[in-house]
C-alpha cells in the first residue's frame, strides 16, 4: 500500500508563490494518474490538478494559469508549483492516487493565503 506525504505548506501573503510536494513510499509508475486535491473550511473537497504518466495534466478553472502541476517518477515525487495565490487558495491540499481497488490520500498540508 502506497503511503503519501506531503510537504510546502504554510502562511503567505497575497500574491506570493508556494512549492507543494508530494512524496511516495513506493515507486509512483504504477500509478497513471497522480492529484492535487484541496478541501478549504466550510467546503467540498475539490480537484486541484492531475498529472498523467505521459506528462498530461489537468487544473482546474480556477487554478488554470496559475498553478503547474509536476511529477518525477525517478524520485516518486509529485509536486505543486503555486503562485499568484489568492486568499481563496487557503486550504488543506491533499496528494492523491488510485487504482481499481482502492484509493489513496496523504494527510494534507494546510496553506494559508493572508497578509
Known amino acids: 500500500q502506497v503511503q503519501l506525504v506531503e510537504s510546502g505548506g504554510g502562511l503567505v501573503q497575497p500574491g506570493g508563490s508556494l512549492r507543494l510536494s508530494c512524496a511516495a513510499s513506493e515507486n509512483i509508475f504504477s500509478f497513471n494518474a497522480m492529484n492535487w486535491y484541496r478541501q478549504a473550511p466550510g467546503k467540498e473537497r475539490e480537484l486541484v490538478a492531475t498529472i498523467t504518466n505521459g506528462g498530461s495534466s489537468n487544473y482546474a478553472d480556477s487554478v488554470k494559469g496559475r498553478f503547474t502541476i509536476s511529477r518525477d517518477n525517478a524520485k516518486n515525487t509529485v509536486s505543486l508549483q503555486m503562485n499568484s495565490l489568492k486568499p481563496e487558495d487557503t486550504a488543506v491540499y491533499y496528494c492523491?492516487?488510485?487504482?481499481?481497488?482502492?484509493?489513496?490520500w496523504g494527510k494534507g498540508t494546510l496553506v494559508t493565503v493572508s497578509s
Open positions: 492523491n492516487t488510485a487504482t481499481v481497488f482502492r484509493t489513496y
